[in-house]
T-cell receptor, first 115, second 114 residues
Framework: AAGVIQSPRHLIKEKRETATLKCYPIPRHDTVYWYQQGPGQDPQFLISFYEKMQSDKGSIPDRFSAQQFSDYHSELNMSSLELGDSALYFC??????????????FGPGTRLLVL | AQTVTQSQPEMSVQEAETVTLSCTYD???????LFWYKQPPSRQMILVIR??????QNATENRFSVNFQKAAKSFSLKISDSQLGDAAMYFC???????????FGKGITLSVRP
C-alpha cells in the first residue's frame, strides 16, 4: 500500500539558510500534519492543513511557514535556520479533514541538521 | 489542553515474556482516541494500536493489547510473547478536539533480552 512520502530524507544546512521540506500524503488523504521531533524528544505538533486551508497551529516558529497545494501535498518552509531547528520532521496524513476517528499515518521523516 | 504522561523512561523484558508499558493522560474533551506508536531505530513512527474512548472493550492487535481505564485516565500497553523486533521507543498519544492533532508522551525505551 502507498505510504506518506517525504523529501528530502536528509538535509544539511548552515545557520541562517533556508530549507523546504515536502510531504506527499497517502492517495485520497486530504489532511496533512507536520510534527517536529528533537533529539531524545517526543514529536511536537507544528501545523495542519485540510483542503489547502490551515486547520490548526501548534508551536511553530514565525520563521516557519507551510502550505498545502491543490494535489494535497504540503511544503514546510523554514527560514533563518538556527542550530535548535536540527530535528526529525514528520509529516502525517489522514482522511476526512482529520476527524477524530481517522488514523494519522506518518511518513519516514526528514532529518534536518543545521550546522 | 491535553497531556500525556509516560513516567517510565526505560523497560527491559526477556524474549517470549510479557511486558506492560504505562501511560496516563488528561483531557477535557469527551470524545477522543488513544494510540500507541512504535519508533524503532529507523525512527519511523509505526501505529501499534488505538482505542476509542467511547468503547469499553479493550483494543487488541495480535500480541498487543491495551488496558484502558477511562475513569483513571490510564492507557497501558501489554506486549505478549516479546520478540527481539519489539525493541524500540514506544510513544503513547492522544488526539482530541476539532483538528485531531496528536499529543505525545515522552516515550519509553523498551529493550528485549535474548
Amino acid at each position: 500500500a502507498a505510504g506518506v512520502i517525504q523529501s528530502p530524507r536528509h538535509l544539511i544546512k548552515e545557520k541562517r539558510e533556508t530549507a523546504t521540506l515536502k510531504c506527499y500524503p497517502i492517495p485520497r488523504h486530504d489532511t496533512v500534519y507536520w510534527y517536529q521531533q528533537g533529539p531524545g524528544q517526543d514529536p511536537q505538533f507544528l501545523i495542519s492543513f485540510y483542503e489547502k486551508m490551515q486547520s490548526d497551529k501548534g508551536s511553530i516558529p514565525d520563521r516557519f511557514s507551510a502550505q498545502q497545494f491543490s494535489d494535497y501535498h504540503s511544503e514546510l518552509n523554514m527560514s533563518s535556520l538556527e542550530l535548535g531547528d536540527s530535528a526529525l520532521y514528520f509529516c502525517a496524513s489522514s482522511l476526512e479533514g482529520g476527524s477524530l476517528q481517522e488514523t494519522q499515518y506518518f511518513g519516514p521523516g526528514t532529518r534536518l541538521l543545521v550546522l | 489542553a491535553q497531556t500525556v504522561t509516560q513516567s517510565q523512561p526505560e523497560m527491559s523484558v526477556q524474549e517470549a515474556e510479557t511486558v506492560t508499558l504505562s501511560c496516563t493522560y488528561d483531557t477535557s474533551e469527551s470524545d477522543y482516541y488513544l494510540f500507541w506508536y512504535k519508533q524503532p531505530p529507523s525512527r519511523q513512527m509505526i501505529l501499534v494500536i488505538r482505542q476509542e474512548a467511547y468503547k469499553q472493550q479493550n483494543a487488541t492487535e495480535n500480541r498487543f493489547s491495551v488496558n484502558f481505564q477511562k475513569a483513571a485516565k490510564s492507557f497501558s500497553l501489554k506486549i505478549s510473547d516479546s520478540q527481539l523486533g519489539d525493541a524500540a521507543m514506544y510513544f503513547c498519544a492522544n488526539n482530541s478536539g476539532a483538528n485531531s492533532k496528536l499529543t505525545f508522551g515522552k516515550g519509553i525505551t523498551l529493550s528485549v533480552r535474548p
